[in-house]
T-cell receptor, first 113, second 112 residues
Framework: DVKVTQSSRYLVKRTGEKVFLECVQD?????MFWYRQDPGLGLRLIYF???????EKGDIPEGYSVSREKKERFSLILESASTNQTSMYLC????????????FGSGTQLSVL | DQQVKQNSPSLSVQEGRISILNCDYT??????FLWYKKYPAEGPTFLIS?????DKNEDGRFTVFLNKSAKHLSLHIVPSQPGDSAVYFC???????????FGTGTRLTIIP
């Protein structure tokens, strides 16, 4: 069964901390994505990657960075966490030419206090 | 600028009846549309999709209709079942671009 695994289910951090969210997929997918889900705003794309060491900004990249050193792993980094980054973070992967079919992880609920 | 819109935040439907979820988009370059379903504490899962060259796609109880001239698509669920209670997201993509743009979601509640 295909799987996208996010390292933490719940995370509580303090403002100003550097936060790492990890995501691993076992489907050999080329593409990986980070979205955040907020009530009334749906899913918004933060960053995505088409290949190892490649990254592209999504719609809301401010305050975030990413790292993709290996094909199966895509990390989201909050350089200096702020309270407005409290959200549900969802990682996803897809194969190129897969008609946009994304496979999502279960999400990380991040609270920044 | 919200390119994909779901104007109904919530919808309640009696079990066994038809559920109709709507989605509008503004970007005429979108060529593929998808619906995802999300249960609490889980990631979204793919439900059904449709290419812009079609106007209907059916999979079991789920049918998606696309009206390109109106930039509108809808998801029909017949008959609705209690397990269909979830948040449904509409999504769209451009040709040659793998990223999806999602709507704000509609919470569907099926009443037994």
């Amino acid at each position: 069964d295909v799987k996208v695994t996010q390292s933490s289910r719940y995370l509580v951090k303090r403002t100003g901390e550097k936060v790492f969210l990890e995501c691993v997929q076992d489907m050999d997918h080329e593409n990986m994505f980070w979205y955040r889900q907020d009530p009334g705003l749906g899913l918004r794309l933060i960053y995505f990657s088409y290949d190892v060491k490649m990254k592209e900004k999504g719609d809301i990249p401010e305050g975030y960075s990413v790292s993709r050193e290996k094909k199966e792993r895509f990390s989201l980094i909050l350089e200096s966490a702020s309270t407005n980054q409290t959200s549900m973070y969802l990682c996803a992967s897809s194969s190129t030419g897969g008609a946009g079919k994304l496979f999502f992880g279960s999400g990380t609920q991040l609270s920044v206090l | 600028d919200q390119q994909v819109k779901q104007n109904s935040p919530s919808l309640s439907v009696q079990e066994g009846r038809i559920s109709i979820l709507n989605c509008d988009y503004t970007n005429s370059m979108f060529d593929y549309f998808l619906w995802y379903k999300k249960y609490p504490a889980e990631g979204p899962t793919f439900l059904i999709s449709i290419s812009s060259i079609k106007d209907k796609n059916e999979d079991g109880r789920f049918t998606v209709f696309l009206n390109k001239s109106a930039k509108h698509l809808s998801l029909h669920i017949v008959p609705s079942q209690p397990g269909d209670s979830a948040v449904y997201f509409c999504a769209a993509k451009n040709f040659g671009n793998e990223k999806l743009t999602f709507g704000t979601g509609t919470r569907l509640t099926i009443i037994p």
